[in-house]
């Protein structure tokens, strides 16, 4: 099983950027579809986006399309979120995960390993 362990979160003005990564332990990390997921205060964890096992396929909620491109590195077993043009919004702990169905998904509970979470803290 893999063991993930995100990074990269901080505070950044509103219209800036950043890099999220997660790294993951063990060597199956290529059966392995990933997602990142935010929670901000109060609010349930939703979907941001996602990327297939071979990173031919990805997906994106509708809030951060066009803003935020997921990617993998295999070779690291390393997952990447960017983030450009930041709105105060963003702001949360950001959550990436792990899941071995055949296509990607977008529900929590379809995810069966998590990491610890990075803040994110985009400032106004």
């Known amino acids: 099983q893999v063991q993930l362990v995100e990074s990269g979160g901080g505070l950044v003005q509103a219209g800036g950027s950043l890099r999220l990564s997660c790294a993951a332990s063990g060597r199956t990390f290529t059966h392995y579809n990933m997602g990142w997921f935010r929670q901000a205060p109060g609010k349930e964890r939703a979907f941001v986006a996602a990327i297939s096992s071979t990173g031919a396929r990805t997906y994106y909620a509708e809030p951060v399309k066009g803003r935020f491109t997921i990617s993998r590195d295999n070779a690291k077993n390393t997952v990447y979120l960017q983030m450009n043009s930041l709105k105060p919004e963003d702001t949360a702990v950001y959550y990436c995960?792990?899941?071995?169905?055949?296509?990607?998904?977008?529900?929590?509970?379809?995810?069966?390993?998590w990491g610890q979470g990075t803040q994110v803290t985009v400032s106004s």
């Open positions: 995960a792990a899941d071995q169905r055949v296509y990607l998904t977008t529900g929590v509970a379809e995810y069966d390993r």
